[in-house]
């Protein structure tokens, strides 16, 4: 095998998959179908290796595996709840270990895909900061998570993935290299609807701008958190390099570009953000940018004496937001017996619990 390193062909973005392929192909004689037959496996097929491409001669098969990767990230563990929520923990080709969880909630399937190995952000009430940030993924890691986890999924009998959202570990806008293209390849070479690919962030302005650009109808979701600075500051570090009003700002040039949906999530956290008095400025907030308001009762993590909302301070507040005009769901708590929370399961492996 050569020393060069090898071309992960899910990094590609479509066009650039099919160039780069054709190139290939044309360099060993062969017809331009072959690129065709590729960009099938790959989009289609879900091969994970060479051997499953089974309409290609073993010659062509031997040259692509030398020239040409495939991000594909081995399960290191699956865990699968009781309300039918399938976490998985993978294992990338450098030992890296990142999570994706299936959240079956019929007649969809959403599934978060993490964008870091780690985290940076710092965020009090997650758990994927335990371990720190250990590196960016590529774009063939982000989409090999989904194609890993769709067949996954099928073979399992919970049928196709129907939504993706990028709050699995990291920020995803800290990542924007690698984001922009993931993007591309889920939207055009997977065909997923923009309308049903979610990005989260806690406020990376730049991202968000860059965001609006794009003309796919993306949908955003802001974890929120706090409707007021300082208070906000104390749960999201990022608060002190992007103040609340400045990632409002960025936000009202998202609902700007039109089609664009914006979520708040927003963690209810005992006796820390969940006063009655923070409603009005959290409505305020939401009606200003059209935000659809996500109540998310906390989910305990060690290291941390907080504990969720009750459901009946939940249910005043989601009352008081409707209240004031916002629309408002409580999301569900699942997966909480398969340490669901983002960053959990890989804080266990990593501690070799």
């Keep these: 095998m050569s020393d060069s390193p090898r071309t992960d062909l899910l990094s590609l973005e479509p066009e650039a998959l099919h ?47 030398e020239a040409f990767a495939i991000a594909e990230p081995v399960p290191e563990r699956v865990a699968v709840s009781r309300d ?29 895909i993490s964008s870091q190995a780690g985290c940076a952000m710092g965020c009090t009430f997650c758990a994927t900061g335990w371990g720190g940030f250990s590196r960016q993924l590529t774009p063939g890691e982000i989409v090999g998570q989904f194609r890993a986890s769709r067949r996954w999924a099928e073979r399992e009998g919970m049928g196709p993935v129907t939504n993706i959202v990028y709050m699995g570990m990291g920020e995803p806008l800290a990542n924007r290299k690698a984001l922009h293209p993931s993007l591309t390849i889920l939207n055009r070479g997977f065909g997923v609807g923009a309308r049903r690919i979610t ?21 955003l979701a802001l974890s ?57 400025s959290l409505a305020e907030l939401a009606r200003r940018v059209g935000a659809f308001v996500n109540l998310i009762p906390y989910n305990p993590i060690p290291y941390r004496e907080w504990e969720p909302s009750s459901p009946s ?22 997966g909480r017996d398969i340490d669901a929370a983002c960053g959990q399961l890989r804080a266990h492996a990593t501690e070799g619990g």
Aim: aromatic content about 6%; glycine content about 6%; overall charge neutral.
């Design 19 to 65: 160039e780069t392929l054709a190139a290939h192909f044309r360099g060993r004689g062969q017809p331009a179908y072959r690129a065709r037959q590729v960009a099938r496996w790959l989009y289609q097929g879900d091969a994970a290796t060479w051997d499953e491409m089974t309409d290609l001669p073993l010659a062509e098969r031997a040259a692509l595996a």
């Design 84 to 112: 039918g929520t399938v976490k998985h923990l993978w294992r990338l080709h450098d030992g890296q270990l990142v999570e994706s969880v299936l959240i079956p909630s019929p007649p969809r399937l959403t599934l978060c």
């Design 199 to 219: 990005v989260s962030t806690v406020g990376v302005v730049p991202g968000i701008l860059e965001l609006a650009e794009r003309p796919e109808q993306f949908r």
């Design 224 to 280: 929120l958190h706090a409707p007021e600075s300082e208070l906000r500051r104390t749960l999201i570090p990022l608060e002190k390099r992007h103040p609340l009003p400045e990632v409002m700002e960025a936000l009202e040039r998202f609902n700007e570009a039109g089609g664009k949906r914006i979520t708040f999530e927003y963690t209810m956290i005992r006796g820390v953000n969940d006063a009655l008095e923070l409603v009005p």
């Design 313 to 334: 301070r939940i249910r005043e507040f989601a009352g008081a937001l409707e209240a004031r005009g916002v629309t408002v769901a409580v999301r569900e708590t699942r």
